[in-house]
């Protein structure tokens, strides 16, 4: 017989206790995972909580780089990724040995890398962005040297434009972030015209060019709080849905489009996270070798 929800969580409440375990969740998980998590966040978020925690074990709802992203952080905690073919995309589009090439190509260029990617690519690059931090981080930069932007020609694009710095773009993107479309916002803008539109840099530069604000997904979450707009039109992963409506439950949330659904994020169940504790699997290790050359790109960003 199937476990019921209440029976899941109390397992997963029980288990997590006795192995002394937090649970970390992306904003694009599922309302479960949300709701059983310790914490719920963007990349730099859960990035800097994983640098803080003093649990023994890091049950991580996300992405497959994000689990690596906290073990890098904290390579003595157990980090398990309940499903591991929970992977981004876009990080998979570009490899260290890619990367390689084209730094030998560009051998001044300043490597900067998405969070979006592998701790092998993180290892390779001088320092580390997520889409929280790129505007501040590329304009830190000394003016004048080259830029190699990894793997997010979108996001890229986006901080190129308003930093005014050139920038040489790897062509990976977001599958998920390219389903919406200028129409879509175009048409929820013309049925709610009083309504705010936010959405994240991983859009396409049409996109972004009807948007009222360009925010990470930790970015939408403060900005809803603050706005006094009562509906807002929100072009990200649908699953920040969730978390927008529980905490602000006066304000209506428009998806600008229901197509954009992350799959791999979906991956994460009740079940499998109850498993992942269970069995402590899987585990997520970056080799040490490849550990402390990320660390260095990853620490930067933090600093
Ligand atoms: P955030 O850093 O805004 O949470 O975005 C992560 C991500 O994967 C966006 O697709
Ligand atoms: Fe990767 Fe896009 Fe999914 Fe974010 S939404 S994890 S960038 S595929």
């Not at 997590?16 to 937090?22: E, F, G, L, Q």
């Not at 972004?208 to 992963?237: C, K, N, P, Q, W």
């Not at 169940?269 to 790109?297: C, D, F, G």
Request: proline fraction near 5%.
């Amino acid at each position: 017989m199937e476990n019921s929800e209440t029976e899941l969580i109390e397992k997963i409440v029980s288990l997590k206790k006795r192995r002394n375990a937090v649970i970390r969740a992306h904003t694009y998980q599922q309302a479960e995972i949300q709701d059983i998590a310790d914490f719920v966040g963007d990349s730099l978020e859960l990035s800097q909580k994983a640098a803080k925690t003093d649990a023994d074990v890091i049950v991580f709802c996300g992405v497959h780089f994000m689990a690596e992203t906290a073990s890098i952080l904290c390579p003595d905690k157990e980090v398990l990724l309940p499903d591991l073919h929970a992977g981004c995309p876009m990080a998979n589009m570009i490899t260290a040995k890619h990367l390689r090439e084209k730094k030998r190509e560009h051998p001044k260029a300043t490597v900067v890398c998405y969070v979006n990617s592998s701790a092998a690519v993180k290892a390779e690059s001088d320092i580390c962005c997520t889409s929280a931090n790129a505007v501040r981080l590329i304009e830190q930069l000394p003016s004048g040297g080259e830029i190699l932007f990894v793997p997010d020609q979108y996001l890229g694009n986006y901080v190129a434009t308003k930093t005014g710095r050139e920038m040489l773009l790897w062509p990976g993107f977001c599958p998920t972030h390219l389903r919406i479309q200028p129409r879509d916002i175009s048409r929820q803008k013309a049925e709610h015209p009083q309504a705010k539109v936010v959405v994240h840099p991983e859009c396409r530069p049409e996109v972004i060019a009807l948007a009222d604000e360009v925010l990470s997904t930790g970015g939408m979450i403060r900005f809803v709080h603050e706005t006094e707009a009562e509906e807002v039109i929100v072009g990200t992963e649908i699953g920040i849905l969730h978390r927008l409506r529980k905490e602000n439950p006066e304000k209506r949330f428009i998806p600008a489009s229901e197509q954009a659904v992350c799959p791999r994020m979906k991956l994460i169940t009740l079940e499998n996270v109850l498993w992942s504790l269970e069995e402590m699997v899987h585990q997520v290790r970056v080799p040490e070798r490849i550990r402390l050359r990320a660390k260095a790109a990853v620490d930067k960003m933090l600093s």
